[in-house]
């Protein structure tokens, strides 16, 4: 319950400060005026007295009166009522076009929404009044008119905003998991994204209101906006000015309600927006992208697999993901291929940047597009994976294909309830009503050993434990009949216990239901205690692929055995320091020729430097890219630091 908690707190925040509480007491004064000025003031306002015209303030009128002999003060009150609906009718217009033009590149994507983009953009450029003023020459003079030119004037800002928050939303791991799930691009902005805009949105309308109250003064003194007998701020600052020699205070009372006004909604907007921080967006992004078609698959089956190919749930040859970087493309993965089986769990270890996140997002479809996905095969239970996408495709990857990421927080939207996040899934592929699919979620929390499923499903992710949310999200990919689940980096967000906790529930899946694994790590012993086989990266390849019981006896290559020997183990002598490969791996920039891991490694020779090591078998069952496989010694705990490096030698 840590985030209503904070929510109060953030209020309480706001409120003490001696702007931010001054500025909440100046709103709701406003508001009230607005709601009860006409109902007290209204007929001292309407009030006519030809005998007393163009008064000075005095005790009976306190502000004077106009030409008219009305009381100045007494409209001054009852105009609070229009002032104020005219600027809530500005900001609703500017939302509602800003919403849509805003959420209209990440609806259309492409040529169609990089052009909405620009266009807001150039519009976003213009001065808001000259907009303004010309909507209200379009509109034609008048309150609806004045209301349309302001709301149309404000709305680029909140295109852009909008486009900006739906932007970083859509890198979130919950929007992410949601496309995994297969939903649709309309349904995730509405469900997944939208809800998330309404604090921002409701901050911005706030302050939005106050420079609108600020505009329609400016477009009333042009002569522009309301017309008598209607009266609103700008109107009586546009009468008050012209009898500003007889009585100043006609034109200050008015300029004072709007300024106070204005002001408040400002302060109190700004007030609020730093409390609760709403521009902060902050947390795990997933790197977005379209796939390339790549030609026509060569391989039928991997070579080195004895398996029957009606086992292989998922099928990865020349795997090529690339950005486009100052200085041409770079490729952080160079050509990966691997199948992984039914019931089988895979495990892909590497140094932080070796391409394991890439290469499991290109397989989910997850990269966005400024990434191009390049592969001779890729393939999910036989159906082609590469090309446009495709409703059958969604479905394939809703249903087939659970994704697991590391951060058990950012993995859910923070403003739907559990159990609607997972029914989600069921309404959307299986056809269930509603209330079938909730059911199915209580049933899906209960497999990952929540208890009280029934009450959990009601809940909101910020109820749940770190551990909880994991299992929820793992309970979320079983809501279809996942062959495949892909978690990368799944514990890593977890304490010690709750890691095993997640671990032995993965593990228990696929034996119940022989899904495969594919399971992202820094931790070899992890992986080795969980997986059938390994994947070891280095600099966008797999450098090493073998079974997990071969980890630390018979690995082949230096860099497995040297990942091997940085995990301390009981036999480590707690006097030393530990083990640690020496260098850096290499960037994807910076791939130098022949064999990526030769400037760090100690068998290193001429030939390693100039020729890159193929991908080959081996007689122990596994492939390794190396040009000196199980040369050496193996290297076990310390006895790393004192091997050579290749510069050393
Ligand atoms: N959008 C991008 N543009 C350019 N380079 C990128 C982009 N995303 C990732 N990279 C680079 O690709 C390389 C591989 O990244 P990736 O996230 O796959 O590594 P990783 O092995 O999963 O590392 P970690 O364990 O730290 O998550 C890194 O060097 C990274 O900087």
Redesign the pocket.
Known sequence: MSEPISRVRAWRDVLTTPLGGTAAVLVVVVLALAVVGPLVWGDAADAVDTGDILSVPSGEHWAGTDNLGRDILARVLVAARLSMLLAMGAITIAIVVGLVLGSAPFLLGGRAGRLVSAVVNVAVAFPGLLLALFFAVIFGVGATGAVLAIGLSGAPGFARLVQTLVAGLAGREYVAAARVAGVGRLRILVRHVLPNLAEPLVVNATIGAGNSLLAFAGLSFLGLGVQSPAYDWGRLLYDGLSALYVNPAAALAPGAAVLVAGLAFNLFGESVAKGFGVTDLAGPRV?TATTRPAPEPQVDHDPTDARPERDVVLEVRELRVG?A?RHGT?R?VRGVSFSVHRGEAVGVV?E????????ALAVTRLLGD??TVEADRLRLLGEDLLGAASPARRHLLGTSLAMVFQDPMSSFNPTRRIGRQLAEVATEHQGLSRADALARAVDRLAAVRIDDAGDRVRQYPHEFSGGMRQRAMIGMGLMGSPALVVAD?PTTALDVTVQQQVLGLLASIREADDVALVL?S?DVTVVGEVCDRVLV?YA?RIVEDLPAADLTSRAQHPYTRALVSSVPDMATDITQPLATIPGRPV??ADVPPGCAYADRCPLADARCRTDEPVLEETAAGGRVACWHPGGGPVLVGQDLLARPTGEER
């Open positions: 790197r950005f970087g770079v952080p590497g932080s940047g070796s391409g394991k996140s890439l290469t400024d990434a980096e992202i820094h990266m966008g960037g994807p």
